[in-house]
């Protein structure tokens, strides 16, 4: 079993910057992608970027350039920088651990609001 816990959630204004940040606890494989997801009222779970064990990134194209996931190993933690934020980032944002078994955890969610 893994366990997450999200933090850094908030109300920004246009234009500006977030940091959310996700520790794993539990049984923690060394080989592992962890992520950021994220839901806006009405929509559908979405990808908001990941990063393997080896450091690999991947974004979508709407985060590209504003968005930077990083992780620290020893602290079995990932980070989400959101910087140039706009009103339809507004979303609950999730974090994922995906072990090397294939199974997935989630993370009770954060919301992150921007105002426009």
């Known amino acids: 079993q893994v366990q997450l816990v999200e933090s850094g959630g908030g109300l920004v204004q246009a234009g500006g910057s977030l940091r959310l940040s996700c520790v794993a606890s539990g049984t923690i494989f060394g080989i592992n992608v962890m992520g950021w997801y994220r839901q806006a009222p009405g929509k559908q779970r979405e990808l908001v970027a990941s990063?393997?064990?080896?450091?690999?990134?991947t974004y979508p194209n709407s985060v590209t350039g504003r968005f930077t996931i990083s992780r620290d190993d020893a602290k079995n933690t990932v980070y989400l920088q959101m910087n140039s934020l706009k009103h339809e980032d507004t979303a609950v944002y999730y974090c994922n651990y995906h072990d090397r078994r294939g199974i997935d955890y989630w993370g009770q969610g954060t919301q992150v609001t921007v105002s426009s």
């Open positions: 990063i393997t064990s080896r450091g690999l990134t």
